[in-house]
């Protein structure tokens, strides 16, 4: 049974950083591209970044400059670094292995991220 494990969320002042970490079980890892969401309060999910199996990136307007993705194929594990980050930025964000073929997506149960000071 696949599981994506999400950590690394928490509190943080506007101006700061977080890393989020998404850990991968019960599946193979590298084929697939994996990609962060976030879901703010009364809004619907939306795409964060994604990353191919082979490593390219695409980015949401929105993070662009501030975020990074990048992943670690060995450990199975995804990671978001968030920089310089905002209030807009607060939301649960979710960790998810994009559908191949006729294997569909898999999720993870979130990860919440607040910019407060």
């Known amino acids: 049974q696949v599981q994506l494990a999400e950590s690394g969320g928490g509190l943080v002042q506007p101006g700061g950083s977080l890393r989020l970490s998404c850990a991968a079980s019960g599946t193979i890892f590298s084929p697939y591209h994996m990609g962060w969401y976030r879901q703010a309060p009364g809004k619907q999910r939306e795409l964060v970044a994604v990353?191919?199996?082979?490593?390219?990136?695409n980015y949401a307007d929105s993070v662009k400059g501030r975020f990074t993705i990048s992943r670690d194929n060995a450990k199975k594990t995804v990671y978001l670094q968030m920089n310089s980050l905002k209030p807009e930025d607060t939301a649960v964000y979710y960790c998810k292995r994009e559908p191949i073929g006729r294997v569909g997506s898999a999720w993870g149960q979130g990860t919440q991220v607040t910019v407060s000071s």
């Open positions: 990353i191919t199996d082979g490593g390219s990136a």
